[in-house]
C-alpha cells in the first residue's frame, strides 16, 4: 500500500533533520525528498514549525506514554515504598533504547532526539519542555524518593548527564570506531553497557565542591 502523503512528508523531515539539523533544512528539501509539493506541506502542517512539532510528536508521546506506564507498574507493585534507582533508570532510558533498536525509524527519531539535545533552537527547548513536563515530573519524584542522600541540584545534574549518555549512544558509533575496532550489531548489548554506565554515575560520589558563596577573601592586616 503507498505510504500517504503526510506519512511522506514526516518521513522525509525527519531524515532531513538528522542529516542536516533543524535549521538546515528547508521546506524545498523536505519537499523534494518527500516527492510532494508545498501546498501538501502547509495543507497538511501549515507552517515549517508545525511540521517539526508533528515530527516528534508522532514518536515522543509515544516513547513518554510507555514511560509513565512502567513507572505506573513499578509503583503500583512497590506499593508506597521507594524503587530501586536501577528500576527507574531502566523504566526511563530502557524504552528509548528499546526504540531505537526496534526499527530504522525508531533510531532514526531517537538520532533526531539526540541531535536536539546538543543543538536546541529556542523553539525546540520550548516545546520540548512542555512535552516532557508531566514525565520528568513523574521520574524526578521517583528518584528524590528512592535517592534522599543525593541533593536535588546534584540529581539534576546527573539527568543531565544521563540524557547526554543516551544520545550519544543512540547516535551511532562513528566516533567509537576512531578508537578501535568494536561490534555494534547486539542492540542488547548496547542496552546492557548503558545501563550499567548510568547507573553507575547515579549512583557515584558525592562531588566535593565548595560553594563561591562561603569562600570568604582573606583580608591583609595593616603591618
Do not use: C
Amino acid at each position: 500500500m503507498e505510504i500517504d502523503t503526510r506519512s511522506r512528508i514526516l518521513d522525509a523531515a525527519e531524515n532531513l533533520f538528522v542529516e542536516h539539523g533543524l535549521d538546515a533544512t528547508t521546506m524545498r528539501m523536505i519537499t523534494a525528498d518527500a516527492k510532494a509539493n508545498l501546498a501538501a506541506v502547509n495543507y497538511h502542517f501549515g507552517s515549517k514549525e508545525a511540521l517539526i512539532e508533528a515530527v516528534f510528536r508522532r514518536r515522543l508521546t509515544w516513547l513518554n506514554e510507555q514511560r509513565i506506564a512502567a513507572l505506573d507498574a513499578l509503583e503500583a507493585e512497590a506499593q508506597g515504598a521507594p524503587l530501586k534507582p536501577r528500576q527507574i533508570v531502566e523504566s526511563f532510558f530502557g524504552v528509548a533504547i528499546r526504540l531505537a533498536a526496534s526499527s530504522p525509524s525508531g533510531k532514526t527519531f531517537m538520532r533526531l532526539l539526540g541531535r536536539t539535545y546538543t543543538e536546541p533552537t529556542e523553539f525546540v527547548r520550548r516545546f520540548l519542555a512542555e512535552e516532557y513536563a508531566g514525565v520528568i515530573a513523574r521520574y524526578n519524584a521517583a528518584f528524590f524518593k528512592a535517592l534522599p542522600d543525593v541533593p536535588k541540584e546534584e540529581f539534576l545534574w546527573r539527568f543531565h548527564f544521563m540524557m547526554g549518555a543516551l544520545s550519544y549512544a543512540v547516535s551511532g558509533t562513528d566516533a567509537l570506531r576512531m578508537l578501535g575496532p568494536i561490534d555494534d550489531s547486539d542492540p542488547e548489548a548496547l542496552y546492557t553497557r548503558l545501563m550499567s554506565f548510568l547507573i553507575g554515575g547515579l549512583r557515584a560520589p558525592l562531588p566535593e565542591i565548595q560553594s563561591q558563596a562561603v569562600r570568604k577573601p582573606r583580608v591583609k592586616r595593616a603591618a
